[in-house]
């Protein structure tokens, strides 16, 4: 497991954008990180991954040209650019990662993410 720490919450306004970033512990070598959130009284949604071996990447149909994550192998970093935001876009967003690939069948899974932060909040206002 690795220490997760997030940052770059905050509040904006609907049609805004926001930068997350989540610092990590180690090398980011051959793990799937991702970005997930929660919003009060919903389920988890697991908004993008990315497997550091390969490169790919996976989106949520609900972010899916609006939000795209990063990595920076340099300084142990992935990142979550989020523009055009949406009211419904507010939640606590958690980067988390699994010490193996995941795939397009099981990245939207979060209990195969065992490593957690403690969470940035994003609040989107009209």
Same mark, same amino acid.
Not at 2 to 31: H, I, N, P, W, Y
Not at 83 to 109: F, G, H, I, P, V
């Given at each position: 497991?690795?220490?997760? !720490?997030? #940052?770059? %919450?905050?509040? @904006?306004? @609907?049609?805004?954008?926001?930068?997350?970033?989540?610092?990590?512990?180690?090398?980011?070598?051959? !793990?799937?990180m991702a970005w997930i959130r929660q919003a009060p009284g919903k389920e988890r949604e697991? !908004?993008?991954?990315?497997?550091?071996?390969? %490169?790919?990447? =996976?989106?949520?149909? #609900?972010?899916? %040209?609006?939000?795209?994550?990063? @990595?920076?192998?340099?300084s142990n970093t992935v990142s979550l650019q989020m523009? #055009?935001?949406?009211?419904?876009?507010?939640?606590? =967003? =958690?980067?988390?990662?699994?010490? =193996?690939?995941?795939?397009?069948?099981?990245?939207?899974?979060?209990?195969?993410?065992?490593?957690?932060?403690?969470?940035?909040? @994003?609040? !989107?206002? #009209?």
């Open positions: 497991q690795m220490d997760l !720490v997030e #940052s770059g %919450g905050g509040s @904006v306004q @609907v049609g805004g954008s926001l930068r997350l970033t989540c610092a990590a512990s180690q090398k980011l070598f051959r !793990v799937t697991t !908004v993008a991954a990315t497997y550091t071996g390969s %490169g790919r990447t =996976y989106h949520a149909d #609900s972010v899916k %040209g609006r939000f795209a994550i990063s @990595v920076d192998k340099a523009n #055009s935001l949406k009211s419904e876009d507010t939640a606590m =967003y =958690y980067c988390a990662a699994a010490d =193996y690939q995941l795939d397009a069948s099981n990245w939207r899974a979060p209990q195969y993410y065992s490593s957690w932060g403690q969470g940035t909040r @994003v609040t !989107v206002t #009209s």
